[in-house]
């Protein structure tokens, strides 16, 4: 259970991180969408940050595999399978691993839920590299959004480490930008400091934390429902459910909470005959529905749970306390792999809402 | 669509502010849980701020009627009905608003959404009113709760119109003591402080906002699933769903972004001969699963939008730009009322996803 | 669990027979639908059948309410709830049947599932006057489908007590006004005879079977999904869900397992510039969704096991056999109370499938 | 839309006919199943009819492999991803049938909803060779039934081309054994005659229907829910969702509509301590819902559309009509893949209600 999100436009994933293959199941896409495989290829590619070889030192590009659902380049209106066959993985520093859970891991859930069959190598299902069939959706439902409703998602990080940007002035396409840079940051200077933290924390054995941001262009009024599936809500849900996700605030968040009534509605006003928002501080949303605005949230991020320092925790078999150090493959940051996960959830849950709210047929004309 | 919450524990909501009733279905309740009615009438009572007349000031015990799946005191396992009659509303100075949204409200978004059919008298549909069936279903997910696996949940206001308590000491049982006071709060001195503050607000017409916290006893563990239905995630849906929430973050949250990993992660230890987290910096809750630990949230909520002041908004039955100024009931702030529904929606989601996993059979045995 | 029913236009019911109410809950109505009060009275009322006092001695109007979703004569966009209050129903004769299970009728399966905590009075949740909830979500349905595009849902008997019609030859027209008559079939002498058989069987204090069939207009194309969900496979799950309901069969059903290839399938002709089905034996769908033929399908409906001969069953508290006989008022054969709930929940299944097909907006234009 | 089926147990299909591969993602299978790939591997081979070389000249075995979800021969708790490879198809003759719907095929359905997008080559997504996904997913199924309930699911065929068996006193064991013949049916005359029809079939290029049977061993009471979610609506929708199937009918099915309810109620009786009913004429559930008895239907399935007979379509692009004869590989009759694929539907509608009514817990202990 779990694994199925959504209710028109669906996706269901599979896969453990040591196991043959991570894959992803699209039920509900439209017909005559046209699907690049090279795009699928260039989202999966912004995993990687070869820029930056702390990140991901090998570098490799996926290798993926469409099974099913297209046709000639274009959707046929059934489900598309994509895998992405996972490389040979190096289990054997696990071994020493097993029934140890590793603190901030998911180890001690799963075993806590699953018992003794649970897949501990390399986080198993829980592994960061689940995020991978997170992408490949993303990107389908991006060339939905975009081919269907002319709506675009971007994301950055705000702050890494503790380094944030400084520029609050940034565009949408400033944005899209960032992703040229080795982190994908408005402000240079703070991809540089921030680069300086994540090199320094890996010489510590450490990691750090994150916030990224998800902002769309301007999205059609009417998505999201009444009272319990507001759109917020299922973004909320959505994006909370990435593995390192502990905070999500929408427009001005928490800083809403300590304005007045007066300080924080967004005025309404007339922009090229449409009512509009003069600013929009709420991130996009009224009564949990879209309303012709962008939509705009942050993300906290906590930090990798693997570090290469001793921390305690709990030999299961024993059932007596001990001491691991973690030796395997780790990120110093989960953040700017994390983001873009939130990225493609965020295209996912509008392409669902925009089908829900029958602003997209169920085929594309071309 | 949008009215129906949960897989297996089913809240499905109607009701407009000023029709003639709020209401809800509650579909896949246990048999065998004992139903007090004057429970739900007490939950509904935390509702009034009896002692706080600047929040409700004709403070009214609400009339509601179970007309359906309860016999004898117990719940039969079928749907559960009830029924709050709305009172005579007062709907005239609304009239004035038709076609005028108000800023910071639904009703541009029900404009945009659902043209001339939305009802905007008194919020119609995303009334805070609407809360009230969700305390209803709150009632009863909490009896089944602590009936069938002896959870407790309880929620606090931690900031209220910029006055924050000053304690982080407090336990679970303070907690539920609180609301024995004017305001929710585990701190006097930040009552009296707040209260102040809400009265000089009233005075100036203007609106607060606020951050409360909801927390549980030791959860079981195994509720959550991996992937998409994190606990977290499903939460975070659940209070995201709010009409004010506009923030929400699970443990230490943003804070943890700004950590490092050996700052961060949760020790695990042996305690009582079971695996368990020496801190809980993380909420509760690993790879989206409960681990016997509370569960601990905050949520950030957004001032009142409805002021007494002059706003700019939209006649948009003439296209042009107009002032409003609002002139019926408010609420000076609807974190109060609000910090109750995520206390609620949190009982109704903790329900659910003890009976995804197993842990609650359908008959409660007595 | 259970009592919800649908993706989109999702009808959720509530109410045991002998409890305060009846209810039903709408939600996913697009706004701008005319709703007509004496329409749903009117569908109420066809459940009457005050011509034949043998199937309904009392003939008394239902009382109903909306409590939402409707403003001014037309839908709002959000929940439709609507109550039926049960008159004060006499459960003396109940009493001697508590914990002793009549054939035929649910009363065991729910003390299997729920224990001691059923509602057995009348039938409780099982009674047949569950439907009633069907018939008013059939009403708002049947409005959505002629509205938004312009479909018509009709039912009527073939066969009853052994009597089956003796024409084939009715059109939709001549089956809408078959419900004028005592009984709801397309021929008089069938009329005639099938109700000769009811006086009788009712003398003997037995009961009958029969055989529905459900028809509509042309439906457009496009309604049904691929594979799982099915037009016909969720109509299927629509009309077996109601009590008597025994067996369902599309177009010619059983006798096309009896034909061959080249005398079964339909074949394709050009009318009118589209493309037709020159005969319609598969009863109006191909792979699971329409194009745009009528649907049509028989139901079999088993006889009212409430009988007022003497029948053995198992006392549950004394776990010894034991004999009863039924005393309270009874249907001499549910068929026509039965089928048009198949009727009603056609429409619901139309509704559904036509929004999920997007071929409805959230909007009704007028 | 319309690939997903379940609620918890979720079963999730994609896949064309000469496309890549065919697969199946199950999610919510609980932990700790054993999983012998053999069986998974007979299942598939029982599809295959060696003995039959008019159903399956090739008789070549499936080549499939697991993907996730499963580890050390046992579930994890995650999803299972099966894929069965296609072999190489011959889609040459599909060319002259582009845009010429087959009579009695889903490719008229496919145009009118998706246009030109869809692919007609052997079917497409509505191949017969979708079950194969179907039949991978009851073997799992099957595994959880027989390792969490004891419960076991067999299927027969009881009529095949107007040969009907002569037996109605088999047992659960007969049915399963007669996959050992060539055709699955338990009277050895009754074989003999079908396959001389079906040779006879063929060689005139036609194609007959029959009709088949499945049932159960006892099945703990308390599966299926009240009103919509009955186990006998669930079990409809299943089973008419696959291609073939035009009817289906309970118990003694269409023949309870003409009998009396003296004659139709099975009385209930007490055996080795436990109520139970004297005979089991309504199929194994009262109310919907499962109360200890096998479960048992019938399914009506049409004749093959493909034949070597000429036929009536329309040329869509030309939109005129014209005659097509299909001269591709076609299977005489579908019934004995199809009953297969009811019985594996059977097993899967069977595991979700077992786990929705909490029967099934998340971890099989071993």
Not at 122 to 146: D, F, H, M, P
Request: hydrophobic content about 40%; charged content about 25%; glycine content about 10%.
């Amino acid at each position: 259970m779990g694994s199925v999100f959504g209710r028109v436009f669906r996706v269901v994933t599979f896969g453990e991180s040591h196991g043959p293959a991570i894959g992803v199941v699209i039920d509900g896409v439209p017909a005559g969408v046209a699907i690049d495989e090279s795009f699928i290829g260039r989202e999966l590619g912004r995993r990687r940050f070869c820029q930056l070889p702390i990140l991901n030192p090998r570098c490799e590009d996926e290798e993926f595999q469409i099974l099913s659902g297209v046709k000639d380049g274009f959707t046929e209106g059934t489900p598309i399978a994509v895998i992405v066959w996972n490389r040979r993985a190096i289990s054997d520093y696990y071994n020493e691993l097993w029934m140890k859970p590793r603190p901030g891991h998911a180890d001690l859930a799963y075993y806590l839920k699953f018992g003794r069959f649970y897949d501990h190598r390399g986080g198993g299902r829980a592994s960061g590299r689940e995020t991978v069939a997170r992408i490949v959706a993303g990107a389908i439902a991006k060339a939905v959004l975009k081919q269907a409703i002319n709506v675009e998602v971007a994301s950055h990080l705000i702050e890494l480490g503790g380094v944030a940007i400084s520029r609050e002035d940034y565009t949408f396409e400033d944005v899209v930008r960032s992703w040229e840079k080795p982190l994908p940051m408005v402000d240079d200077e703070a991809v540089r400091r921030a680069v300086d933290v994540l090199v320094n924390t890996v010489k510590e054995g450490d990691s750090v934390g994150g916030i990224g941001e998800v902002l769309t262009t301007e999205v059609p009024p009417g998505l999201g429902e009444p009272v319990f599936d507001k759109l917020r809500a299922d973004l909320a849900k959505a994006v909370m459910s990435i593995g390192s996700a502990v905070g999500i605030e929408f427009g001005l968040g928490f800083r809403l909470a300590r304005m007045r009534g007066s300080e924080a509605n967004d005025q309404i006003v007339l922009r090229n005959g449409r009512p509009r928002l003069e600013t929009n501080r709420i991130g996009g949303t009224l009564g949990g529905m879209s309303i012709g605005e962008p939509i705009r949230f942050r993300v906290a991020f906590k930090p990798t749970p693997s570090i290469r320092k001793p921390q305690r925790t709990v030999d299961l078999e024993k059932m007596m306390e001990t001491t691991i150090t973690f030796r395997g493959r780790y990120d110093v940051s989960t953040a700017p792999k994390a983001i873009l996960a939130a990225e493609a959830m965020t295209a996912i849950v509008l392409v669902d809402h925009a089908m829900r709210a029958g602003l997209i047929p169920r085929v594309i004309k071309r």
